[in-house]
C-alpha cells in the first residue's frame, strides 16, 4: 500500500472545508492513517515549498500557508499518490474538472484548497517532514475486502 500527504490548507479551513475534503478521500475508499493539525513557519514552509523561494510570487505562498493552521493527513491506499493527485485536480481551481476537490470547491490558484503530493518519492520527504512513526496508526476496516479485488492485493 503506498502512503501519500495531504495538506488541507488554510483557506479550506477558514470556508470550513476540511470535513469535506477528508470525507471524500475516505468515500473513495483511502484510509486516513495519520492526521493532526499544524501551524506553518517561515522556516518549514520555505522547506516544503523549497522549489518555489526564488519565484517573484513564493511570498504570497509564505502568507497564505501562515495565515491559520493547516491539517495534515497521510492516506494510504493502492496507487494513494495518483488516485489524491487525480482527485485534487488541476492547481488552479478556475480550471480544475468538476467532480475534483478543487473543481468543485475553489476559484483560486493560490487559495486551492489542498496539497497533495506529486509522486511516491516526494510523498516519503513530505511525510517523514510533518509525521513521526508514532504518528501513524495501523487498523483494520471491515470495508477493506469490498474495496479490492483478490487480485489487486500482491
Do not use: W
Amino acid at each position: 500500500m503506498e502512503r501519500t500527504l495531504v495538506i488541507i490548507k488554510p483557506c479550506a479551513l477558514q470556508r470550513g472545508l476540511a470535513g469535506e475534503v477528508i470525507s471524500r478521500f475516505e468515500k473513495k475508499g483511502l484510509k486516513l492513517v495519520a492526521l493532526k493539525m499544524y501551524r506553518f513557519t517561515k522556516e518549514k514552509c520555505a522547506e516544503h515549498y523549497s522549489h518555489l523561494t526564488g519565484k517573484p510570487f513564493y511570498p504570497i505562498i509564505e502568507k497564505s500557508m501562515m495565515a491559520a493552521p493547516v491539517i495534515l493527513c497521510c492516506l494510504e491506499g493502492i496507487d494513494a499518490v495518483e488516485v489524491v493527485r487525480e482527485m485534487t485536480g488541476a492547481t488552479n481551481g478556475r480550471k480544475a474538472l468538476p467532480g475534483t476537490v478543487r473543481g468543485d470547491l475553489c476559484m483560486s490558484h493560490q487559495e486551492n484548497i489542498i496539497h497533495a503530493s506529486d509522486s511516491m518519492e516526494s510523498a516519503i520527504v513530505e511525510l517523514d517532514r510533518f509525521f513521526t512513526k508514532d504518528d501513524y496508526f495501523d487498523y483494520d476496516s471491515p470495508l477493506f475486502d469490498y474495496l479490492y479485488a483478490s487480485d489487486e492485493l500482491k
